[in-house]
């Protein structure tokens, strides 16, 4: 009999997860809008109607899966994460109420961001945290209670911290065909990425093979700065490469968002996927992942 896996966040990550894990465990997905039950199943994914902001709608989601993947994001505001209490609330209440056993395995997708700026500095999975945003500190949050959570009820809790996430149709085209500037090379803040397929096959070797309490780093071997990046995108798509300036005009023209990153420089070591999760990476450089994009005709008549 096939073991029952519940995903919390059924978006691109999860559906490229899927395949992967259909034959050995029946999908349920946590689905928050109605219309998206049909995508769900054409992914073999049976959708389970909830919402992670009303804790009340989350009652079936009790003692139904033998492990849970948990992709969903913090809410957009606030330095705690009341989604994930609400997650965790929910399983333990219910499933003592219920006699149901509570999951065997928990993984946990949280970012690098959680580290705020290294100034450049290789960081292991072992890096003091220093978030430097509201949303670092939500995901902080989330790690501190889905940890915890886990040690009470001797659930296997294994987190994963992900960096930009990027795929043939998550580029920055459009950044880079309305112009948007990047910092000057010397100015400018290390960035460290993953390719979508690359993040799915690590998230099913981490259900397989993640340790208890671990930590590991989803990132590919590149170590390149953000202007370096783009440039590499521009010339692949035969786009002109970003205008450079330096960071004093940065608030003038990048958007508080895009400078959220651009304040942040790390380098995240990788060791840990290969040597623990055998991961062998299917693109292990940016230049190689947006190789195989250029390959893709519609992405160029965008």
């Known amino acids: 009999m096939k073991k029952t896996l519940l995903i919390i966040g059924c978006g691109d990550i999860a559906l490229r997860i899927a395949p992967l894990l259909h034959k050995r465990y029946r999908l349920l997905g946590l689905c928050r809008k109605p219309e998206n039950s049909g995508k769900l199943r054409t992914h073999r994914i049976t959708p389970i109607p909830g919402d992670l902001d009303q804790p009340d709608s989350l009652g079936r989601l009790a003692g139904m899966a033998h492990a849970i993947l948990y992709l969903a994001p913090p809410p957009g505001y606030g ?35 959680v580290y705020g700026d290294c100034q450049g500095e290789w ?59 990047v910092l000057l090379a010397d100015e400018d803040s290390y960035t460290n990425h993953i390719h979508a397929d690359d993040l799915a096959r690590i998230i099913v070797a981490t259900l397989h093979y993640g340790k208890a309490g671990r930590v590991y780093h989803a990132s590919d071997d590149s170590h390149l700065k953000m202007g370096d990046y783009f440039d590499l995108v521009a010339d692949h798509f035969s786009l002109p490469r970003p205008p450079r300036i330096a960071r004093f005009q940065a608030n003038k023209y990048i958007s508080p968002s895009l400078m959220s990153f651009m304040n942040e420089s790390r380098r995240l070591t990788n060791a840990r996927i290969k040597q623990e999760l055998h991961i062998k990476l299917l693109y292990p450089t940016i230049s190689s992942g947006i190789a195989k994009a250029c390959l893709l005709p519609f992405l160029n008549q965008k």
């Open 123 to 181: 960081v292991s999975e072992n890096h003091p945290l220093n978030p430097t945003n509201e949303r670092a500190w939500r995901r902080v949050d989330a790690e501190r209670q889905i940890r915890n959570w886990g040690i009470r009820n001797g659930v296997s809790v294994s987190i994963i911290r992900v960096p930009g996430i990027y795929a043939a149709d998550r580029l920055p085209l459009a950044r880079l065909r309305q112009g948007t500037p």
């Open 79 to 113: 330095l705690k994460d009341s989604r994930t209490t609400h997650l965790l609330a929910t399983l333990h209440r219910r499933t003592l109420a219920k006699r149901r056993i509570l999951p065997q395995r928990l993984i946990y997708i949280s970012t690098s961001g």
